[in-house]
């Protein structure tokens, strides 16, 4: 439901405290197979909200116009003809505004068919919206603030690997120079979301490649080729781009194509304390499946962590994003856009950080109509 316009709201009375409850899709494992625990133990009690969701406000054209000469391009209508609903959350004294575009992602392998249907339908989304707003802004390089990206050279590291590419052209010995590429660039990568959205532009510049040279049917190239495959037998032939949406999200498709650059929206610091809280309730319930804890007795605990956990996952990385993004010295767009989960409610750390900086930054947020 979107609520009419009605102005700036600074009411402090207005923040919310959210039910804590966590919801981050790279732990969906762990709650799934909590969950199931917990079923079979009878804790019904353990209620498994979702976070409160902001109030998205209609917004008058007039307000819409003012808004996207402040931004550059008009993210309503940009939003709309890619299937958003986009309202108003917080307006700004000063035309500075987060633009949170809510995502659906994941890189779990157990994912079900209906949730990767769910991923790759916001990612797809998530492209042509962005693929327009760089077409339309005017800002030559469109700068996003990403989930889970904490490294200041991640922008970098795609371009390296998407000048490798390039220079790597069919000729003799063209198979084996990729494969000593992708060892010596690739294989080490410890991030795995992102060694394996580049083994996938691996995969494709093989592909390609391939049915450049097979055409010749050379002694010479198959035997590259068999050596290629020797080297680094990961890499082969190019995957569905749904497989790309899945494991490397939208935003790393367009920023190896140059279309956008990544910043990132989070510090390593603050995921591994995320991460720290549902490994200890992983570790209960292991706890509790093998006898070696009672249920009852877990319960508390656990209502506990998930609590810790809550606070980890939303409140303080939404701090982090939206610090990160406000205080960015580097980028002077009045508009700067947030990917963050859908179930991420940055409205809390917008407030926050306007009361203790004295300043009135917006929020914009856009979630795709259902």
Sequence with gaps: MIEKYSGINRDPSAVRIDTPVPFFKSEDTILRRFRRLTLRLSIVSLALLSPSKPTLVEVPQDKQETIADNLGYDIFDLGKRNDYQVGLVRDSENGSYIVHIGQIHSGQEDATSSERSDIVASQKHIESLLEDIAQTSNDQSVQVYAEAVVNNDYQDKLDEQRNVLDNITARPGCMTELALAYQQHVSTIKDERVKTFLRQRYNKKYSELFSTMSQAQSPEFFLDESEAQRIAPEISWDQPKEAQYISGEAINILAFEG????????????????????????????????GRKDSQSARNEIIELEKEAFLAVHSVRDMIAVETAIEDQNNLDKGKIVIFGNMHNLENAVDAYNETHQTSVGLIKLEEIK
């Design 259 to 290: 279309k956008i650059k990544i910043q990132p929206a989070e510090t390593a610091a603050a995921n591994d304390a995320a991460m720290a809280a549902f490994n200890e309730i992983d570790l209960l319930c292991e706890e509790v499946e093998s």
